[in-house]
């Protein structure tokens, strides 16, 4: 018995000091939160410190963004599709894009992959209204398309730069609507001139500057400005393998637009200047390696055309079945030329009724040629 009560007696201390032991724990980890409770500061917010004016550049900035964004439109675009079951059609949302009037009778100008294929394009302005938008005319060779809206609305359009005399290093301003979050500013510098981009369409689109700008799907149609709020581009892609900006992005400089836009308002397409000459890629890429050919190939000279007037001569086989090389363009005004790209791009900077100066390969010898431009397709076949 004594042993049964002995071991009770320890079984008993074990118990409440298992017991103390657990209440110092639990008093400890409550005792921070106890003293919290039990004592209370009096807490105000505190004071802010004047911050004084900003800084030049940002005051510049925010100017030349008020100042813009009314100019810049939101563009979405719906395409139909037909229920394979039913055959009835829907339709459906396409996708969004950006981009700006042009003039005060309703022109937004865009980039063409954002209307391609859309059924329909509705443009949203900075006020939040929306307006059916009408196709006017398209360029896929530089990525331009002008759409219209009701001619009863006035907006003061963005002012008009020059791309020109650009410098890389220069300040450059995007706004857009990139994924979606519309009237977005970002900024950049100028970090390359005359660029190339494969287009959507396989063609190459010519002379683009290259910016750091941030630039995202979305950006695609918007205005690029220069530090004095002027238009000097529209920002046309991004260089990206995961598809968001990588401060690679491309804007189709303004004089190319202020050359394209008013034939497609006018005529609704562009015709652009050619020497009326045929000429092959793919060909030129062969002459090049067989016959160590470089420049471009001339292989066929058009009837009634400028080159034609000009003396030029197209590729022939002679009576004996032998080819014979037609007239190499290495030059335009000057500048080289090696491929069938750069040569339209070199002539796109022109118009037609224009002259322009060409140094050609003849038989191993150098010559020039003066050959008055036509619009694409107007000399006799």
Not at 169 to 181: D, E, H, M, R, S
Not at 188 to 203: C, M, T
Not at 315 to 321: I, L, T, V
């Amino acid at each position: 018995m004594q042993d049964k009560s002995g071991r009770d007696v320890f079984l008993r201390r074990l118990k409440w000091t298992t017991l103390a032991l657990l209440g110092l724990i639990v008093a400890w980890q409550a005792a921070p939160w106890v003293g919290r409770l039990l004592i209370r500061e009096a807490a105000t917010p505190r004071a802010v410190t004047p911050r004084g004016d900003l800084a030049a550049d940002e005051k510049g900035t925010i100017d030349l963004f008020e100042r813009s964004k009314d100019a810049v439109v939101f563009i979405t675009t719906t395409q139909r599709v037909r229920e394979f079951w039913s055959r009835d059609i829907f339709t459906i949302p396409r996708g969004a894009g950006s981009g700006f009037l042009w003039d005060d009778k309703g022109h937004v100008i865009t980039n063409f992959h954002v209307i391609a294929g859309a059924a329909e394009a509705r443009v949203r302005l900075s006020d939040g209204k929306e307006h059916t938008a009408a196709l006017v005319g398209a360029s896929p060779m530089h990525d331009l398309a002008v759409l219209r809206i009701d001619t009863a609305i006035k907006r003061t359009p963005l002012p008009l730069g020059t791309s020109s005399d650009l410098k890389v290093g220069q300040k450059v301003y995007a706004i857009g609507n990139p994924f979606g979050l519309d009237w977005t500013l970002t900024t950049g510098i100028v970090s390359a001139l005359d660029r190339s981009l494969k287009g959507e369409d396989g063609g190459v689109i010519e002379h683009l500057i290259q910016t750091d700008a941030a630039i995202n799907p979305g950006n695609s149609g918007g205005p690029l400005l220069d530090s004095a709020g002027r238009l000097i581009g529209v920002n046309t892609a991004i260089y990206s393998p995961s598809g968001a900006s990588a401060g690679v992005g491309f804007a189709v400089p303004v004089d190319t637009m202020n050359r394209v836009v008013p034939q497609l308002i006018a005529k609704g397409g562009y015709a652009r200047p050619a020497l009326g000459v045929e000429v092959d890629q793919r060909v030129n890429e062969t002459a090049a390696q067989e016959l160590g050919i470089k420049g471009v190939l001339v292989l066929r000279v058009r009837p009634g055309s400028g080159a034609q007037a000009a003396g030029l001569m197209g590729a022939r086989f002679d009576r004996d079945g032998v080819f014979v090389p037609g007239d190499v363009i290495t030059q335009v005004e000057g500048k080289a030329v090696d491929s069938v790209p750069g040569l339209l791009s070199r002539l796109d900077d022109f118009r037609p009724g224009d002259k322009v100066r060409l140094t050609i390969l003849r038989n191993g010898k150098e010559e020039e040629r003066s050959v008055m431009l036509q619009a694409e397709g107007a000399a006799a076949r």
